[in-house]
């Protein structure tokens, strides 16, 4: 029988390639907590998260990520459980208790609980979800827990998974059917990983959008948010924890995410993971992406394969930057991928900026949008938004000085702006 | 430009803070620095909200050190603070505390463990400071280990808390280094999110981290 120690040492080292971050703050005291405010739960997810250590690669070591179980059926070529000669599993209870201990010692946050799939999806599920069950209602924890869904999970397992946890993921791996059969040939994409995507999304809408109006009608209501609250408790002690509803709390607030294998697939180029992810920002809903450059794996069929670039997976992570939080448009990269359908070495954001300021000229901070004033390096949404209230109060931009008090980058900023009609010139400009 | 943001926030309200600190956050926290004098406050009165927050005047630059100072340490307590839970609910731990953030760090661990009572021994001070299930705080100048004993005598053992007692130090350093990949090792990067002076702490100085620090490699390791 191996020990604990041994199953996180084996499991843990299968689950390192898994990326998921742990600051993701899945819950604001704008709603009622999940359990309401009693003294009975442990854990908070009000605030973001904190990282209590860092493995030597830089990375936050600040989730209890480990695989439930290393037994798989599918045999996806880069994987590391398709190796792996020691199979183990975690039972539901062992679990739950470990990560308790670890909770308790302040070295991690929450819980990434992810796993082969042994016989059916199905059935592994209703195992990780006995774990969770089991953290929710006898540890009584309820910090975070991303829940990672496998493929081919059934639909009413899905809903449980999401009424239990802070976030789901759903790894694409690939961006798109052809892609994923050259390096996991058994996963069906359009089966397997979109149709779960879509169904994570409508469910949650549902769920949310009935949470918001009862929370919203109790607003208006005399009794308040408190009697809402009562009612809640009540309901959930009538009828066990099954049918409990959440205290008004609208579910999965880290919403759902997705990882790519960057470089397994030589012939995948940035501009297809790009639409991909464009599109699932746009119908299915995702929170973010996350990115892991292949690295290969001695005694998996891609084991001869050269290691993707890190280099790779920064670039991709400031475009993404640029599609979710700066609003950019596809198009608008579109300008700046070469030939090979890859991004250039060297900050997105420059490049895009230089061939955008080419046609447009620089800009003038006192009379240039927000939309405008994100399209500068060294100008963030942030910046722009304090430029934007400024000018707003009838404040005017005269130096440059003015707008370093305000968290613009001048370093970056100086070469496509105009302060007062001039341009602080740079020594390209002479040669 | 579509938003892909589903809550429909107001695009152009400003997240977070305007730079600087407002002149009621700087009467609340710079009292908490070690090198706080009562002419500082004086001077905060006398000086424009303006010049506050413009990082170029020296007042400004040496208010929002201190700040910066008190606020990262209170962080980094929060971050690498080891602590234990015994079989009767209570939580303690050892921290190094310079400014006066103690209770920043409490109310920290009591948010996460609102059952427990929090006792965290401060080694620059020696004192022990207190957080009640009711949130009050108390700091008394006993050891720890007699703290912690006196408030166990009171509390009855708890079958929750006596589940989870064994040792973690083994799991989390299996755990720790079962996420390691070798082949991204950065040590750079690594220094950067534990600095040097962060070892000094008290949850950190035998800790995992410390054993892949660059400076201590083996002799093997340069040779082949």
Excluded at chain 1, 45 to 50: F, K, L, N, V
Excluded at chain 1, 84 to 110: D, I, Q, W
Excluded at chain 2, 113 to 139: A, D, M, Q
């Amino acid at each position: 029988m191996p020990s604990t120690l041994e199953k996180i040492r084996i499991l843990g080292a299968n689950s390192r390639y898994d990326i998921c971050a742990s600051t993701a703050s899945s819950r604001t005291d704008k709603y009622p907590r999940l359990f309401g405010k009693s003294n009975d739960w442990i854990g908070a997810t009000s605030s973001g998260g904190i990282c209590h250590s860092y493995t030597p690669d830089g990375r936050c070591v600040s989730l209890f990520k480990t695989l439930y179980t290393n037994k798989c059926i599918y045999s996806c070529k880069y994987c590391y459980s398709s190796i792996c000669k020691h199979k183990l599993s975690f039972t539901p209870e062992e679990y739950a208790r470990t990560f308790m201990k670890l909770y308790s010692m302040n070295v991690v946050e929450g819980v990434f609980i992810s796993s082969g799939v042994c016989g059916s999806a199905d059935a592994v599920t209703e195992e990780m979800l006995e774990a969770v069950r089991l953290l929710r209602f006898k540890y009584h924890f309820q910090g975070y827990i991303h829940f990672k869904c496998l493929p081919g999970l059934s639909q009413y397992l899905l809903k449980e998974a999401i009424s239990l946890s802070d976030r789901i993921s759903i790894n694409s791996e690939a961006s798109n059917k052809e892609f994923l059969a050259e390096i996991a040939e058994q996963k069906d994409f359009t089966n397997d990983i979109i149709l779960r995507q879509r169904w994570l999304k409508s469910l949650r809408e549902k769920y949310n959008e009935k949470t918001i109006k009862e929370l919203k009608d109790l607003e208006q209501d005399n009794y308040g948010k408190l009697s809402f609250q009562e009612k809640m408790i009540k309901e959930r002690r009538k009828n066990g924890y099954k049918a409990f509803r959440w205290d008004g709390a609208p579910i999965l607030n880290g919403g759902q995410t997705t990882q790519f294998v960057l470089g397994a697939v030589e012939s995948e180029t940035d501009w297809d993971l790009l639409n991909r992810i464009d599109w699932q920002y746009r119908k299915v809903d995702i929170r973010r992406a996350y990115f892991s450059a292949f690295i290969p794996i001695e005694g998996t069929p891609l084991g001869h394969k050269k290691p993707a670039p890190l280099e790779r997976e920064h670039r991709l992570y400031q475009t993404d930057w640029l599609l979710r939080i700066y609003n950019y448009n596809l198009n608008d990269l579109k300008d700046i991928v070469d030939e090979t359908g890859n991004l250039p070495n060297g900050d997105p954001k420059i490049h895009i900026a230089r061939v955008y300021f080419k046609e447009h000229g620089p800009l003038d901070p006192n009379h240039s949008t927000y939309q405008e004033l994100l399209r500068i390096p060294g100008i963030g949404p942030i910046s722009a938004k304090r430029i934007v209230n400024l000018r707003a109060k009838k404040i005017t931009f005269k130096s440059r000085s003015d707008l370093k008090s305000v968290g613009v980058v001048l370093k970056r900023a100086d070469p496509f702006l105009k302060i007062n009609g001039h341009n602080q010139t740079t020594l390209n400009n002479f040669i | 430009m579509k938003t892909r943001n589903s809550n429909n926030i107001e695009p152009l309200r400003v997240a977070g803070r305007y730079k600087g600190y407002s002149k009621e956050e700087l009467k609340r926290n710079l009292p908490r620095h070690c090198k706080f004098s009562p002419y500082i406050l004086k001077q905060i009165n006398n000086v424009a909200d303006v010049t506050l927050r413009n990082s170029g005047s020296p007042l400004a630059k040496k208010i929002n050190r201190m700040m910066k100072e008190v606020f990262s340490e209170a962080y980094r307590a929060k971050q690498f603070t080891r602590t234990e839970i015994n079989n009767r609910g209570v939580l303690y731990g050892v921290v190094l505390l310079k400014h006066d953030v103690i209770d920043l760090v409490l109310r920290y661990f009591h948010e996460r463990w609102p059952k427990c009572i929090v006792c965290l021994y401060n080694e620059h001070s020696r004192k022990t400071s207190l957080i009640n299930e009711k949130g009050f705080i108390k700091e008394i100048k006993v050891p720890l280990i007699e703290v912690v004993e006196m408030v166990s005598e009171k509390h009855p053992i708890m079958p929750y808390f006596d589940d989870i007692q064994f040792s973690g130090k083994d799991i989390f350093e299996t755990l720790y280094k079962s996420q390691f990949i070798k082949k991204r090792e950065n040590p750079h990067y690594f220094k950067q999110m534990i600095p040097d002076h962060c070892y000094k702490l008290p949850g950190m100085r035998n800790g995992t981290e410390k054993r892949f620090l660059n400076n201590n490699r083996k002799l093997d390791e340069y040779i082949f």
